[in-house]
C-alpha cells in the first residue's frame, strides 16, 4: 500500500446527490490508479441536520456502482470510529490545544447581540464579519480579562470557540485542480469551532479526522473552496503538515446556468441520485438512476467523464479501465454540463455489451410480470430488439408485437403504407406466403423477394403494409425475421385482419 490515503465524507443529511457520487467515485479512482486507500467517513457532527437512512443509503449507492471502501464504519476500521458522532469526544481537546496556543477563543456573544451588531452593519452598508476588526468589540476571551471569562465558563454561560483568523496577511494555497490560489486574510472571519453543546463544527471535526486518519489528499466539491483557506490556516495553527486539496468543478444544469439540482431533474425527467428515496418526513420520493433502469457500469461511466477526461477520444470505460486512465491533473476547472441525453447513449451501449443470454432473462422476467406466456424462442427476438433497446424494459415495448397481434394501426403509418392498391396486394400477398412451406426467415425472404421482383414493383409497396400488418406501425426488426418468428398462420392471420381493417 501506498501512502495514498483519501476519504470521501458525506453528511447524511438526504440521498447521496449525482455529484457527491461523483466525488467519491474520483477518490476511489485515485486511490486505486495509486494503489492507496479510499476511506468512507460520515460527517454526521450536525445533529439537526440529521436524517435517518442517509447513511445506508449512502453506502448502498457506493455498493451498487462498486465503488467499494477500504476503511469505513463497520470496515477494517483502524483508524476508527468512522462516524464522527461517535469520535464526539475527541474534538474538545483539539479546541482547547488551539485556545491554548493563542489560535482560538472562547466567545460568549448571544444570537441576539450578533444580530443587534449585523444590523447595525448592515445600516451602514457594510457586511458583518467577525475577526481581527472588532472583534476586541464583541464580548469574548480576547476582550474580557481572564478572570471574567473564567467567571462565565464557570457560571456555564453558552460559549463558542472562535478561530482566530490572522490580520493583514496574503495566504498562498496551492489546489491541484486550480493551481495557486491567494486569499487575503483580512476577508476570513472568525469560523466557530466548536460549540458548547459539546459538538464540533464541520471545520474543526473535519481537520481533526484528516490529520488522524492520515489523510494524503483532500478531493472534494468545489462548494468547500471557500473553506480551504480556514482549513490551511487550521493545519498551521496544529503545526501539522496539511493534505493536498484538489476541488473537483460543479455539476451544471442541462440547460441554462448553475449547479444541476433536484428541480432540474424533476422538470426534464431525469433523475439526479443513485437509487429512489422516500424522504422520512415528507415521503417526497426522489427517483434514482437504479430504478430508472440504468445500469451501475453506465451511471460510473458517464460520471467520470463529467469534469475528467482521458485525452483520448475513448468514452467506454469500465470501473477497472477508469483506475488506469484516471490522473487528477486532468480534471478540468470549469464546470461540467449534465447531459441527460448523452448518459441514455451510455446505457444503450452497454445494453449492447450484455450477452443475449442476461437479456433474455430479464426479458422473460418481465413477460412473466405481465402475464404473457409464450413459446417463441425468445431469446432470437433479445438478439434483433437489442439494438435498438436503451434499457431492458424497453425490449417489451420494442417486441411486444410478437406476443399480441396489433389491434390498432398506426395513424400516419397507415396513411404512408397503406394506399388504394394495397389491399388487392396484399390479398396477393396472403398467397403468396400460404404456399411458402419451410417458413424459414431465408424462406420467407426469398420466395417474397422474388415474388415483387416478378410484379416489378417497389419493395416498399409491399413491405411497408406488411410491416404495418404484423406490427401495427412501421417499426421493428426485418420484416421477414418477424414474419418468420411469427409463423406462417400468425402471419397470415395478421395480413387479413390489416385487409379487412384498413
Ligand atoms: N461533510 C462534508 C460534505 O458533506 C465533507 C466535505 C469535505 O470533503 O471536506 O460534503
Redesign the pocket.
Known amino acids: 500500500m501506498s501512502t495514498i490515503r483519501v476519504r470521501f465524507?458525506?453528511?447524511p443529511t438526504g440521498p447521496l446527490h449525482i455529484g457527491?457520487l461523483r466525488t467519491a467515485l474520483f477518490n476511489y479512482l485515485f486511490a486505486k490508479k495509486h494503489n492507496g486507500t479510499f476511506i468512507l467517513r460520515i460527517?454526521d457532527t450536525d445533529q439537526t441536520r440529521f436524517v435517518e437512512g442517509a447513511e445506508s443509503y449512502i453506502k448502498e449507492a457506493l455498493d451498487w456502482c462498486n465503488i467499494s471502501y477500504d476503511e469505513g464504519p463497520g470496515k477494517n476500521e483502524k483508524f476508527g470510529p468512522y462516524k464522527q458522532s461517535e469520535r464526539k469526544h475527541l474534538y474538545k481537546a483539539y479546541a482547547e490545544e488551539l485556545i491554548t496556543k493563542g489560535h482560538a477563543y472562547y466567545a460568549f456573544d448571544t444570537a441576539e447581540a450578533l444580530d443587534t451588531e449585523r444590523k447595525r452593519y448592515e445600516t451602514e452598508k457594510k457586511t458583518f464579519i467577525y475577526n481581527w476588526h472588532n472583534r476586541k468589540s464583541l464580548t469574548n476571551s480576547l476582550s474580557l480579562s481572564t478572570e471574567e471569562t473564567k467567571a462565565k465558563l464557570a457560571a456555564n454561560e453558552p460559549y463558542v470557540i472562535r478561530f482566530k483568523s490572522p490580520q493583514d496577511e496574503t495566504l498562498i494555497m496551492e489546489d491541484i485542480i486550480r493551481g495557486t490560489i491567494s486569499i487575503d486574510t483580512n476577508t476570513l472571519d472568525d469560523k466557530v469551532l466548536f460549540k458548547s453543546d459539546g459538538m464540533p463544527t464541520?471545520h474543526l471535526a473535519?481537520i481533526v479526522d484528516d490529520y488522524l486518519m492520515e489523510i494524503s489528499h483532500?478531493i472534494?466539491?468545489e462548494e468547500?473552496l471557500p473553506s480551504m483557506a480556514l482549513h490551511v490556516l487550521l493545519y498551521r495553527a496544529f503545526k501539522w503538515n496539511a493534505p493536498k486539496f484538489a476541488h473537483l468543478s460543479l455539476i451544471l444544469k442541462p440547460v441554462g446556468k448553475g449547479k444541476l439540482s433536484k428541480r432540474d431533474g424533476d422538470k426534464l425527467g431525469f433523475p439526479v441520485f443513485p437509487l429512489d428515496w422516500t424522504d422520512p418526513k415528507s415521503n417526497e420520493v426522489s427517483s434514482g438512476y437504479r430504478e430508472a433502469g440504468f445500469y451501475p457500469e453506465t451511471v460510473v461511466n458517464f460520471l467520470a467523464l463529467l469534469g475528467w477526461n482521458s485525452g483520448t477520444e475513448q468514452e467506454i470505460f469500465n470501473l477497472e479501465e477508469l483506475v488506469t486512465a484516471f490522473d487528477l491533473a486532468r480534471v478540468n476547472k470549469s464546470g461540467a454540463k449534465f447531459d441527460p441525453e448523452k448518459n441514455k447513449w451510455f446505457q444503450q451501449q452497454y445494453i449492447q455489451q450484455k450477452s443475449n443470454e442476461e437479456l433474455t432473462e430479464n426479458f422473460s422476467e418481465l413477460l412473466r410480470t405481465k402475464g404473457i406466456t409464450s413459446t417463441l424462442p425468445l431469446n432470437t427476438i433479445v438478439s434483433l430488439l437489442k439494438e435498438r433497446a436503451v434499457f431492458s424494459k424497453d425490449l417489451y415495448e420494442l417486441g411486444k408485437f410478437f406476443f399480441e397481434a396489433p389491434t390498432t394501426y398506426d395513424v400516419k403509418a397507415s396513411k404512408k403504407a397503406w394506399k388504394e392498391s394495397t389491399t388487392e396486394l396484399m390479398q396477393e400477398l396472403v398467397n403468396v406466403v400460404k404456399i411458402i412451406e419451410d417458413f424459414t426467415t431465408e424462406n420467407v425472404t426469398t420466395q417474397i423477394k422474388a415474388w415483387i421482383t416478378s410484379k416489378e414493383i417497389g419493395f416498399g409497396k409491399v413491405m411497408m403494409p406488411l410491416r404495418l400488418a404484423l406490427v401495427g406501425s412501421l417499426q421493428g426488426p426485418d420484416v421477414y425475421e418477424i414474419a418468420a418468428l411469427l409463423g406462417k398462420d400468425e402471419t397470415v392471420s395478421r395480413l387479413e385482419k390489416a385487409i379487412n381493417k384498413l
Open positions: 465524507a458525506p453528511s457527491g460527517e464541520y473535519n483532500v472534494r466539491g468547500w
